[in-house]
């Protein structure tokens, strides 16, 4: 009976499956964001590790006997090693303080070494930040899933796995070890660093709610979701719908670099090309919480449906900057096309369109798009949603049954069998070129004036 923890940017969801990856039982917490400053994101390190313990309560640990763990991936904590308290606050993978830094960087060195671009997203100068700020001995530095292996074992274990080691901007890809040369570059003594592992290895030996475990099974959230989809051979790829849009397509064991605009990653099982798009579900969020303009997210998809068109009105969500495959992160958002006539569901569906023009966007930047793309994640309950992003991308997408994927990858990792998630539906495209094409030329030319 395995506890797959999947902790996520807003909350953390808990399932408790057996070796057939049958959800038994499931729980679930939310977890606050912080917002300090203009740019600033952060968690509290302790709310994080609580929000797990509740989410695991909730679900029950009778018979439970082993742990599996997917993350949110880039958010960067630091802690006492000895003491095992954190001495700041984590940095959200959103945060945008290091934006300058990142403009002082090498950017065809970081492509080259790591996969990766250099943007606030990435661990490192996150890193760089936090150690200029709070230097001192004794130092232990993770990611999410990091610290909950650090929590688990009551600090014997320090350890994270290729997939989150990654994403760190301090790995390279060739080797999936940490590099001296970027070591050196962000100023990170090899004293705070995690040991890297493979995704299925076991990490050791833990209690959780009073309950001993073992600790087998880590991949940064979006990998668990591409071994989920069951994508482990090069050309088949995934979509998973957040807080922010994250495609996967398995490039097999090839770690050369990735096309420029698009990232490449340590998969589960080799490699993969990665968008990652930064607002998406979160701008349906912002809907709700900053302007109103929503009760509740699940309104969307009827508000989006009661009118025909956005009628003119294109919506930006560079609430955050913008990621692939443009990544600027002074990029702003931007809703285009308003007049008297604009009401709140012209503005949801906007909203909608716009989660599928940047998914649309990282797949026109794919050397070869999927033949089928496939999709999981909460958003993918919104039937709109997936219709019209089969309709942009001119292929059909296939929606896992069960939206935690990501929590089911963790699982099959810990039992060592590759199976995949069922498929819940399938939407084909229906738009004629044209059409799209249409579509896509008034999303350009709103990002283009977001950007400027």
Same mark, same amino acid.
Request: aromatic share 6%.
């Given at each position: 009976?395995?506890? #797959? =923890? ?48 509740? #989410? ?79 230097? +001192? ?70 209690? =959780?709610?009073?309950? +001993? ?54 998969? #589960? ?28 997210? #699940? ?149 283009? +004036?977001?950007?400027?």
């Amino acid at each position: 009976m395995i506890l #797959a =923890i999947d902790q996520g940017t807003t909350g953390t969801t808990c399932l408790v499956v057996d070796e057939e990856l049958n959800v038994l039982r499931r729980g679930y917490a939310d977890l606050p964001q912080h917002f300090p400053r203009p740019g600033w994101v952060e968690h509290d390190p302790d709310e994080i590790w609580q929000s797990v313990l509740a #989410a695991a309560s909730a679900a029950g640990l009778d018979d439970v006997d082993t742990v599996a763990i997917t993350n949110q991936r880039e958010t960067t904590l630091l802690w006492d090693s000895a003491t095992g308290e954190p001495v700041a606050p984590a940095i959200v993978w959103q945060d945008r303080r290091t934006a300058e830094r990142c403009r002082e960087l090498d950017a065809e060195l970081i492509r080259e070494r790591t996969g990766l671009v250099p943007d606030p997203y990435f661990s490192a100068t996150k890193l760089e930040w936090l150690l200029r700020e709070h230097a +001192r001995e004794g130092l232990a530095f993770g990611t999410v899933d990091s610290w909950l292996v650090w929590k688990l074992t009551g600090g014997e274990v320090h350890a994270t796995d290729v997939t989150n080691a990654s994403r760190t901007l301090l790995v390279s890809l060739e080797t999936l070890d940490w590099d001296d040369e970027l070591l050196t570059l962000f100023g990170v003594d090899r004293s705070l660093l995690p040991r890297i592992a493979r995704s299925e290895d076991v990490f050791g030996e833990g209690t =959780i709610l009073d309950r +001993r475990v073992q600790i087998r099974g880590i991949a940064g959230d979006q990998q668990a979701a591409l071994y989920g989809q069951g994508c482990h051979t090069a050309g088949e790829g995934k979509a998973t719908y957040g807080t922010g849009t994250f495609v996967l397509v398995h490039t097999g064991d090839d770690a050369s670099p990735p096309p420029h605009g698009l990232l490449k990653t340590a998969a #589960a099982d080799g490699y993969a090309l990665e968008g990652a798009v930064l607002v998406s579900g979160a701008a349906v969020q912002w809907l709700r919480d900053g302007l109103g303009v929503l009760a509740d997210a #699940a309104e969307s998809e009827a508000l989006a449906r009661s009118v025909d068109s956005s009628d003119g009105v294109v919506f930006v969500p560079a609430l955050t900057g913008l990621g692939s495959p443009w990544w600027d992160p002074d990029a702003r958002g931007l809703i285009s096309g308003i007049t008297r006539g604009t009401t709140r569901a012209h503005l949801a569906r906007a909203a909608l369109e716009a989660i599928a023009h940047q998914v649309a966007d990282v797949v026109d930047a794919l050397p070869e798009p999927p033949a089928v793309l496939r999709a999981d994640g909460g958003a993918t309950a919104n039937g709109f949603l997936m219709q019209l992003q089969a309709d942009l991308l001119g292929v059909p997408v296939e929606v896992a049954a069960e939206r935690e994927t990501t929590a089911l990858g963790a699982a099959a990792l810990a039992t060592g069998r590759g199976v995949r998630v069922a498929v819940g539906a399938t939407y084909e495209p229906g738009l004629n070129l044209d059409e799209r094409l249409t579509l896509r030329d008034a999303w350009r030319s709103a990002l283009n +004036r977001s950007r400027t």
